[in-house]
C-alpha cells in the first residue's frame, strides 16, 4: 500500500480519505477486496495517527495489499504516516 497526503489548510479539521486500485491489483473482486481492507485499516487508524485538515490517498498494490495480514496492513498504515509527518 502507498499513501498519498495534502495539507488542505482550509481551516477544517477533517481528515478526508480516499482509496483506490488499479487493475494490476486484480478483477474488481480483488480490488474491491483490498478497497475494503484499506478502508478498515484508515477506519482503525486515521483518527489517532492522521492529522486534522488533511487529505490522504491510499493506494493498492499488487500481491501486497489483499494477501497481506490485516495488523501487518494497519503497522503499514502507521508507519506510512509518521513517514510523511516527520515523526519518529
Known amino acids: 500500500m502507498m499513501v498519498q497526503a495534502r495539507d488542505r489548510r482550509d481551516g477544517t479539521d477533517a481528515i478526508r480519505v480516499g482509496f483506490t486500485c488499479?487493475?494490476?491489483?486484480?478483477?474488481?473482486?480483488?480490488?474491491?477486496?483490498?478497497?475494503?481492507?484499506?478502508?478498515?485499516?484508515?477506519?482503525?487508524?486515521?483518527?489517532?495517527?492522521?492529522?486534522?485538515?488533511?487529505?490522504?490517498?491510499?493506494?493498492?498494490?499488487?500481491?501486497e495489499t489483499a494477501a497481506r495480514p490485516f495488523e501487518a496492513l494497519k503497522a503499514d498504515l502507521i508507519f506510512a504516516l509518521h513517514k510523511l509527518h516527520g515523526e519518529t
Not at 35 to 52: D, T, W
Not at 53 to 59: E, K, P, Q, S
Open 22 to 63: 488499479s487493475k494490476k491489483v486484480g478483477n474488481a473482486v480483488a480490488r474491491n477486496r483490498a478497497k475494503r481492507r484499506m478502508r478498515e485499516a484508515a477506519r482503525a487508524i486515521l483518527p489517532s495517527h492522521g492529522r486534522p485538515g488533511w487529505d490522504y490517498v491510499l493506494i493498492g498494490r499488487a500481491n
